[in-house]
């Protein structure tokens, strides 16, 4: 790790000696959250047009990447590419559409990596048969959106899993020598910031390798933006999040991927904060927040780790 913390341009950078960029794809799943099986409300932050370049897209699969592709080629000059499987639940299928659907990838030599965004309750054994054997040509890595460790703000998200479904999917997968990442929200209702160091000391000692972090926002057309409009949520501020963001960091493996250190959205469906959409000038202040304490991703980690042995 140079710098404060692991990042995942690093990570690429030392893996394949060059600039490699993730093309963001919608295969057309749902969520077992919205399709009724759990729930019909989804999760109280869920609006994929917040986020996602193809979200209602008639685009197939081979079009999304051909577009994606021809715009980092021309904005960045990259030639190596991960189709990253984004919107709703990606293991949300039988295994034979999933096989299908990833086995796309397979046109495109340009594509080294596959990773797959999925929750943790929609994974099993015969689900990583299939995802395992992706390994042989590509870098493979499940992320779990885990969001907290606390079971009562899980139920208070609408989440409908637990932590330990999150555990056990987590362990399951990195039997397989799948490399696992967590997505983790700061800044959840109600929770303070002893109970998100709590998650942050907890899945350092699981066997991921990456963390992707958010930070509490409102999307429009969510029941969020109802909480919030009704005076029921407070967000965090800039500062709030520079300070906590370093400090759940300090407490990671060193060698924990950050593979997001901020959250963003598509102005039009962003309702609050707004700051998050600057990002570089939040990560800069990520930087500058390691600086003055002379800390880094991990220092908390090693010293906990010190004192075990």
Known sequence: MSGYYYSFNQYLREKFGERVHRISLNAGFTCPNRN?????????????????????????????????????????????????????????ERADRLKKTYDVIKKFPEIIGLFISTRPDCINQEKLDLIEKYQDKY????EYGLQSIHDRTLAKINRMHNFSQTVKAI???????IKVAV???LGL????????????????????????????HVLRDTKLE???????????DKDEYVSLACNFLEYLNPKCVILRLISDAKDEVLIAPKWINCKHKVIGNIENEFKKRNTRQGIKYAKESLCIR
């Open 171 to 177: 362990e399951d997968t990195s039997k397989r020598k």
């Open 139 to 142: 870098e493979v890595w499940l």
């Open 183 to 185: 997505h983790v929200i």
């Open 226 to 236: 109802k909480l919030y409009n009704d005076g029921k949520i407070k967000l965090l």
């Open 36 to 92: 009724g099986k759990l729930s019909r409300e989804g999760c109280i932050f869920c609006n994929e047009d917040g986020f996602s370049h193809f979200a209602g897209s008639s685009a197939s699969l081979e079009e999304q990447i051909e577009a994606s592709m021809a715009f980092y080629r021309n904005r960045f000059k990259t030639e190596k590419f991960i189709a990253y499987f984004q919107n709703a639940t990606n293991t949300y």
């Open 189 to 216: 209702p109600d929770e303070t910031q002893e109970d998100m160091l709590n998650t942050a000391k907890s899945i350092a000692k699981l066997p991921i390798g990456g963390v992707k972090l958010h930070v509490l």
